[in-house]
């Protein structure tokens, strides 16, 4: 069994309405995966032959809207990170929240733990020179500091123009407006590519997080056209992916582009969509309760069987 892990930033579960791209976009892939039901705050609970939708607590018991830092943290070690340094952090890790990823970081346990692991983000030509300096001070986010604290290997432009690595647009257009010699792919070749890069991998992670971005713009027409790829990105890996062989779990760290009637966090749950067989999807449903609670979920789905495809 091997899992792909999408990471999303910024999205919660919001009522149906106008101010929620995800009830008035088009969505048919998620339409598929959830049998016509949206990913609002109304479809939680659903359980359907391929997928169930969970909501997860964000806020952590800990007074204020939710933010980045902590809630990544807490995801990524399966500890409280807001609970920890007494708020919610917003942006990248400090010091206290880095030493938790160096020693409980998501990679770094699943590895000792006998996992073949892997982060596909392509990153740009400029944060080499910044890792050769062994990526000092607090600019750095969470899924970057466990990768490099697990010691993975960074995936360069090279390996996403080969298709062994995926840009966090997925499509590549952020870096053709940036002026690199990169081909747009469409939504679907992204989801093609990451399928093929989990093979020979126990646990394979993508984070997403212009979603974040977006919600914050609190723009319509940006939100909608964000919904329609992830749309197609995940229902992609939805139709194409053997779930005898691989399990699919998606899920974010807080709300935002759900509700654009502010541009501020929200305090919605976040989806915890999970894909794939009945069994592993009950055996983890019932303890999936907040962002820590996600870590040991991953635990549990590859437990289940820990051959590569």
């Known amino acids: 069994m091997n899992?792909?892990?999408?990471?999303?930033d910024g999205v919660g579960l919001g009522i149906d309405g106008p101010s929620n791209p995800f009830s008035y976009t088009e969505t048919p892939g998620l339409d598929s995966i959830l049998e016509g039901n949206r990913l609002t705050t109304e479809s939680i609970g659903y359980k359907g032959p391929d997928a169930s939708l969970l909501g997860l607590d964000a806020t952590l018991g800990v007074e204020g809207f939710p933010q980045s830092a902590t809630g990544q943290a807490s995801i990524f070690t399966g500890e409280n990170a807001a609970a920890l340094i007494g708020s919610?952090?917003?942006?990248?890790p400090d010091e206290q929240l880095r030493e938790l990823l160096a020693s409980k970081g998501l990679f770094k346990k699943l590895k000792e733990a006998g996992y073949r692991v892997s982060f596909v983000n392509a990153y740009r030509p400029e944060f080499f020179a910044m890792l050769h300096d062994g990526l000092q001070g607090n600019n750095y986010s969470c899924s970057t500091l466990i990768t490099y604290y697990g010691e993975l290997q960074f995936k360069d432009l090279n390996c996403l123009r080969r298709g062994k690595a995926v840009y966090?647009?997925?499509?590549?257009?952020?870096?053709?407006c940036q002026g690199?010699?990169?081909?747009?792919?469409?939504?679907?070749?992204g989801a093609d590519n990451l399928i093929n890069l989990s093979n020979g991998f126990h646990f394979c992670m993508f984070e997403y997080?212009?979603?974040d971005l977006v919600g914050h713009s609190a723009n319509k027409a940006d939100a909608k056209k964000e919904v329609t790829k992830l749309d197609r990105f995940i229902g992609r890996l939805y139709e194409k992916v053997d779930f005898d062989n691989t399990f699919i779990i998606v899920s974010s760290d807080h709300g935002n582009m759900e509700d654009l009637s502010t541009r501020e966090h929200t305090l919605n749950w976040v989806p915890a969509l999970l894909i794939g067989r009945r069994e592993i999807?009950?055996?983890i449903e019932e303890k999936l309760q907040d962002l820590t609670d996600l870590l040991p979920a991953i635990r549990k789905a590859l437990s289940y069987n820990r051959s590569i495809n």
């Open 88 to 92: 919610h952090l917003n942006g990248f």
């Open 168 to 176: 966090m647009d997925i499509t590549n257009e952020l870096l053709l």
């Open 281 to 283: 999807r009950s055996a």
């Open 3 to 8: 899992l792909i892990f999408v990471f999303i």
């Open 180 to 189: 690199y010699d990169i081909a747009l792919i469409e939504p679907e070749k």
């Open 209 to 211: 997080f212009l979603s």
